[in-house]
């Protein structure tokens, strides 16, 4: 069966500092992966979209960057944290697009 | 560019009680999935509905799709608390609504 993990869990990051998520997908090949925020009370945004190694399409414009270095691994990161990037951040992957997209455990990020 | 509106955003109501949630969508697609997000926690599948006049259902839900009319209905029938959470819709997979947040009273 699939299984897809993101962490850290929680993360509580100074204004300024650069950022690292991670998540990871097993059991499946060639998945299609997505970086998703949610501000508090509020719905998804999608962030970053890959469909393979090294393709990236970016939804908005913003301080963060993704990357795909493995098939089955797809990475958030920023140089410089701002505070509107405090949010609950979601990965998830698919098998086609368009398809059902299966989430993560989220990480939820506080800048201060 | 594809819009994705839900009404109502956020619903209270009675156990027992029915009510419908509605998603509306601005372009042509066939394909509207439904997602339930518990409160702190990731979300999960719950339909994906795939072409004109599809209907599914699970337990006290039962979701429709009218692409003619682009539009998508989420039917809560008798709830209970446990349909607390909050319900989104998604449009080509990756366009979400601003989601619904439902509460179920006793």
Known sequence: SQTIHQWPATLVQPVG?????ECTVEGTSNPNLYWYRQAAGRGLQLLFY?????QISSEVPQNLSASRPQDRQFILSSKKLLLSDSGF???AWSVRDP????FG???????L | ELKVEQNPLFLSMQEGKNYTIYCNYSTTSDRLYWYRQDPGKS?????VLLSNGAVKQE?????SLDTKARLSTLHITAAVHDLSATYFCAVDSMRFGAGTRLTVKP
């Open chain 1, 89 to 91: 951040y979601l990965c």
């Open chain 1, 17 to 21: 500092s650069p950022l690292s998520l």
């Open chain 2, 43 to 47: 979300l999960e599948s719950l339909f």
């Open chain 2, 59 to 63: 337990g006290r839900l039962m979701a």
């Open chain 1, 99 to 102: 398809g059902t997209q299966y």
């Open chain 1, 50 to 54: 890959s469909v393979g190694i090294g």
């Open chain 1, 105 to 111: 455990p989220g990480t939820r990020l506080l800048v």
